[in-house]
């Protein structure tokens, strides 16, 4: 892993002037795709799983229980309850964007989508469910039977669950944010604060972390890395999965796209706000003072990545 010092002096040479309109091939941020091309069926099939409580254990919980698509695909608490109201360790992500994630769970334990709906459904704290009662309780559903048959030749299966959910959380993506606009080249898509507030981010070495078409996701950094963080506050993080001591507390770096819409923050929703997340940021991973009108700037800059899942105009 490349230590957060050559990735925030490689971000300040990259940050421009707040011009205008942006040139593409020098931003360290991207825009996202318009559509990621799913089958209709087969994602069809999905959006009706994913609110579906017969894939949990105790026929109780969905994916949407804890994903909450009117609340932006995350939880609003701190941790979510699962099966028999156990908590999950860690704070629920957003499933916004999550398909453009190089791995899924903060830990990074699932490499596709679908080996993490595989783990989420038979997970014994998250939904408990066991695949073949959940097959057959799918497969028992004429409705189900009849939609498996026409999009998928092998019918109802597990496999083909799984690919249905991955479906359509692949069509879950957030394209039309103001900051994409701006990025595609409407200048006018946010406001000359707002592109301040983006120069503050690249200038602070922000994007050392947050960058690429998520904002963030595509790589494993150590929570904590310029400073001791509060009592309390320390998670294994990537140790779970690896069991290298320098793991301890590395965590997937999360997705910046809709963060001002998905609150609490962090692996384990230390920050109840975006002021109280940017205010740890700089002391914890950047080790650096902002001043209150910078930090202002740049959560001006954070709120032009919320968005609604559908295809830009």
């Not at 230590?3 to 925030?8: C, E, G, I, R």
């Not at 704290?125 to 799918?138: D, K, T, Y």
Request: overall charge positive; proline content about 6%.
């Amino acid at each position: 892993m490349r230590t957060l010092a050559l990735l925030a002096a490689a971000a300040l040479a990259l940050a421009p002037r707040a011009a205008a309109g942006p040139a593409l091939g020098e931003e360290p941020i991207k825009p996202l795709p318009l559509s990621l091309h799913q089958d209709p069926a087969r994602a069809a099939i999905g959006q009706r799983l994913f609110a579906d409580t017969r894939l949990s254990g105790n026929r109780q919980l969905a994916c949407a229980s804890c994903h909450d698509l009117a609340r932006n695909g995350a939880d609003t608490r701190a941790r979510s309850a699962g099966i028999k109201g156990r908590l999950t360790s860690l704070n629920t992500p957003t499933v916004f964007n999550a398909a453009f994630n190089f791995k899924q769970f903060w830990d990074g334990r699932a490499d596709t989508l679908e080996h993490q709906i595989e783990i989420v459904v038979a997970d014994p704290v998250e939904m408990g469910g066991h695949w073949p009662e959940v097959v057959a309780r799918i497969g028992a559903d004429p409705a189900y039977r009849r939609a498996f048959g026409a999009a998928y030749r092998a019918g109802v299966t597990q496999a083909t669950i799984v690919d249905a959910l991955a479906s359509f959380e692949r069509t879950l993506i957030t394209p039309a944010s103001r900051f994409d606009r701006y990025l595609r080249g409407d200048a006018r898509a946010i406001s000359s604060a707002e592109k301040a507030g983006y120069a503050k981010f690249k200038q602070y070495g922000c994007v050392a972390c947050h960058q690429g078409v998520n904002v963030g996701g595509n790589m494993f950094q150590k929570f904590g890395v310029m400073g001791a963080l509060p009592p309390g506050a320390g998670a294994p993080g990537r140790f779970g999965v690896t069991g290298l001591a320098e793991d301890r507390q590395v965590f997937k770096v999360p997705s910046l796209r809709n963060v001002a819409e998905t609150a609490p923050y962090f692996h384990d929703a230390s920050a109840p706000t975006l002021d109280a997340a940017v205010d740890a940021m700089f002391t914890y991973q950047l080790g650096r003072r902002g001043s209150k009108d910078d930090k202002a700037a740049i959560i001006l800059f954070l709120r032009t990545l919320s968005g609604k899942p559908g295809t830009a105009p």
